[in-house]
């Protein structure tokens, strides 16, 4: 297994464009969630997805979009990047969180973004 | 709104000495709580999962203990080595994942 992959792994934008994060899991899991990492504050939840057509937002979800057509792709979507979009970007997976052996969270390595 | 506090912030200690971290929450009504390990510049390690209706869990050197009444959580690892330096998370399970912001352990050989 690859276990949940990230693509591009540094990304550079210039305000106003648009772009999209990749993710991917091969291990069947239907939770998946998008993070953002910034100095001191922990991690915060932008969206997450129980399945496949089926997502909600997190903490904060403004400026970006998701969507779920497929069990093992969860792609976040930066409508109009801003400055303040610039962070790391984690995206999880795990089998669900409401069961009690399958809520391990599994992460991606990261995307690191700058908006200029 | 769930909250999660980590103090503190950072922690240095010796090569061999047991480390403690705490975590606390403020919503005890939570599902379990999982502690990751995040090395500079990488994702996230689960390095253990506590259900909602267990009181501690333990792998190798690792312990974590939970009383979900008073919200906290703690973190012990025994004998530290140069190789335990890392952030570690708590993240808390309400049907969301709620994370403290880490403690950035350093252990001097």
């Known amino acids: 297994n690859a276990g949940v992959t990230q693509t591009p792994k540094f990304q550079v934008l210039k305000t106003g464009q648009s772009m999209t994060l990749q993710c991917a899991q091969d291990?069947?899991?239907?939770?998946m969630s998008w993070y953002r990492q910034d100095p001191g504050m922990g991690l915060r939840l932008i969206h997450y997805s129980v399945g496949a057509g089926i997502t909600d937002q997190g903490e904060v979800p403004n400026g970006y979009n998701v969507s779920r057509s497929t069990t093992e792709d969860f792609p976040l979507r930066l409508l109009s990047a801003a400055p303040s979009q610039t962070s790391v970007y984690f995206c999880?997976?795990?089998?669900?969180?409401?069961?009690?052996?399958?809520?391990?969270?599994?992460f991606g390595p990261g995307t690191r973004l700058t908006v200029l | 709104k769930q909250e999660v506090t980590q103090i503190p912030a950072a922690l240095s200690v010796p090569e061999g000495e047991n480390l403690v971290l705490n975590c606390s929450f403020t919503?005890?009504?939570?599902?379990?709580l999982q502690w990751f390990r995040q090395d500079p510049g990488k994702g996230l390690t689960s390095l253990l999962l506590?259900?909602?209706?267990?009181r501690e869990q333990t792998s190798g050197r690792l312990n974590a203990s939970l009383d979900k009444s008073s919200g906290r959580s703690t973190l012990y690892i025994a004998a530290s080595q140069p190789g335990d330096s890392a952030t570690y998370l708590c993240?808390?399970?309400?049907?969301?994942?709620?994370f403290g912001a880490g403690t950035t352990v350093t252990v001097r050989a």
């Open positions: 999880a997976s795990s089998f669900s969180l409401r069961s009690s052996t399958t809520d391990t969270q599994y």
């Open positions: 993240a808390v399970n309400d049907y969301k994942l709620s």
């Open positions: 291990m069947n899991h239907e939770y």
């Open positions: 506590i259900q909602s209706s267990q």
């Open positions: 919503d005890s009504a939570i599902y379990n």
